[in-house]
């Protein structure tokens, strides 16, 4: 591997300050590495960039400066099977920073001069004129609900807040319409369904342990019973690290589909309303582990 990498930093993400990128690209010079950095200017960019490394390079080692949300984009603008992922975790819930048990920035760094990898995993999500992949989860029903509802201004002002406004609002307008759920061909009727790709969700909380970012195949969460104070009963004993608890199934599998017209969100971001199919992709990138 080249010495030669590129760092797509999203000025943006929670835990981003100057200070903390010019630390990290000095620890990664001192490392013997050759960073060149490249700051997001919108939601896209981390993509772009992403794609055009690919294009420049036939092994680029790209490392995602941000939170999940930089490093669902840098994933979106590769080639399978080409790339080195590095992460360094500056933004808000850094999900991913808690599945590789990463302890801070410098942790990260350190890590990334080592340059020791994993085959990284990955989702791909397919529905009408959409193809997104992700990393950590495919959420269609009650939190694509939320994800869709939460409004801009309320973001603004509240922060994470706005996310608990949305989860009231879509609890008042319940959805009680069951979800057609497909699982390596076993039909299996539900409301509500999280495809699973990491064992975290929305932080440290574990919703789904066995699944894995080096594993190929998914742990699918699917949530049976329509009942809204199911969810919310879900919701406390996945906080409390109680895990999922009766009325939810558990299982593993390797293409799903999913019917209806549900609202989906992918690593935390709304992308469109089901029918969708997600189907597991192993070896996408290795990963800075
Ligand atoms: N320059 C920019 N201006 C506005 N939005 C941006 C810019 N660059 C990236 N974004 C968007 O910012 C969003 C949030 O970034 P990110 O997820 O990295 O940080 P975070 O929300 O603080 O962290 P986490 O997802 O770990 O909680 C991303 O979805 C990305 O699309």
Same mark, same amino acid.
């Given at each position: ?39 997001? !200017? ?5 993509? /772009? ?99 869709? !509802? ?87 004993? /996945? ?16 293409? /799903? ?8 969100? /992918? ?23």
């Amino acid at each position: 591997m080249s010495d030669r990498c590129t760092l797509i930093v999203n000025p943006v993400s929670g835990g981003y300050s100057e200070t903390a990128v010019r630390a990290a690209v000095d620890a990664l010079r001192r490392g013997g590495l050759a960073p060149h950095l490249l700051l997001t !200017g919108g939601p896209d960019d981390a993509a /772009v960039f992403a794609a055009r490394l690919c294009a420049q390079e036939e092994h680029p080692f790209v490392i995602a400066a941000g939170g999940d949300g930089t490093v669902n984009g840098v994933l979106n603008g590769l080639e399978p099977g080409r790339a080195t992922l590095g992460y360094i975790p500056f933004g808000t819930a850094n999900v991913l920073g808690r599945e590789l048990g990463l302890r801070s920035a410098g942790d990260a760094v350190a890590r990334i001069v080592r340059r020791e990898t994993r085959p990284l995993a990955t989702g791909l999500l397919e529905g009408f004129g959409v193809r997104r992949r992700f990393f950590l989860m495919a959420g269609i029903g009650f939190d694509g609900q939320v994800v869709e !509802g939460v409004r801009s201004d309320e973001k603004k002002r509240f922060g994470a807040g706005a996310y608990l406004l949305s989860a009231l609002r879509t609890f008042a307008a319940w959805d009680r319409r069951p979800l057609e759920v497909e699982a390596d061909g076993v039909a299996i009727p539900c409301h509500g369904a999280v495809i699973c790709n990491a064992a975290r969700y929305g932080g440290p909380f574990v919703l789904a342990p066995g699944a894995s970012l080096f594993q190929d195949g998914f742990r699918v969460v699917l949530i049976r019973n329509p009942s809204r104070w199911r969810y919310l009963f879900l919701a406390l004993r /996945v906080v409390a690290g109680r895990g999922a608890g009766g009325g939810v199934s558990v299982l593993s599998a390797r293409r /799903v589909t999913v019917g209806g017209n549900k609202p989906v969100q /992918v690593d935390g971001d709304f992308i469109c309303h089901s029918p969708v199919t997600v189907t597991a992709e192993a070896d996408f990138a290795r990963l800075v582990v």
